[in-house]
């Protein structure tokens, strides 16, 4: 498999990348790039209906809002993810996010995402106690015109499967 953590999958890359592993990301990456080539930059909320583009990805989506002085506020979190990692986040602020949950590197994702204006990706799982195991995750987070001074982050995660601990 081609690693493609912290970057946008190339044209060639994304060729090489077993999709079944990772449709969710794959899919919103290839839809994100078509969105900017035709905005020629960022895609803009304004210009498309966010829900019906991306209804075939809603279980597995996170909308973050960037509330300033490196504040993030989750304001959808999808089914699939809450139901993976056993609490539903929406509403959260990232950083006050309860144990066991280490926000530190989604933050430094979602940071890097607003300062550069560029898909990121990154990868992760949750672990639980108590026997329930681990889940792995790959994540791309693609940034969006909310309007014409606020960008959103649009989250996309692709699970990759269980094993118990």
Known sequence: MVPWYDRPPDDASLGQI?????????AA????????????????????????EIKQWLPFVMLVDPEGHGRFRIRIYGTMMAETA???????????????FDSTSGMA?????????????????????????NVGHETCYLPIRKDAERLQVLGVRGFLGASRT
Request: proline share 10%; aromatic share 10%.
């Open 29 to 52: 990456t290839a839809w994100w790039r078509r969105l900017a080539e035709a905005a020629d930059g960022l895609p803009d909320r304004r210009r498309f209906d966010l829900p019906a």
């Open 109 to 133: 994702l979602l940071v890097r995402t607003i300062e550069t204006g560029q898909p990121v990706f990154g990868a992760g799982h949750y672990g639980w106690t108590g026997g329930r195991g």
């Open 86 to 100: 056993g609490i539903d986040l929406t509403g959260w602020l990232i950083g006050e996010i309860p144990a066991p």
């Open 18 to 26: 077993d999709a079944l592993s990772h449709p969710q990301p794959i």
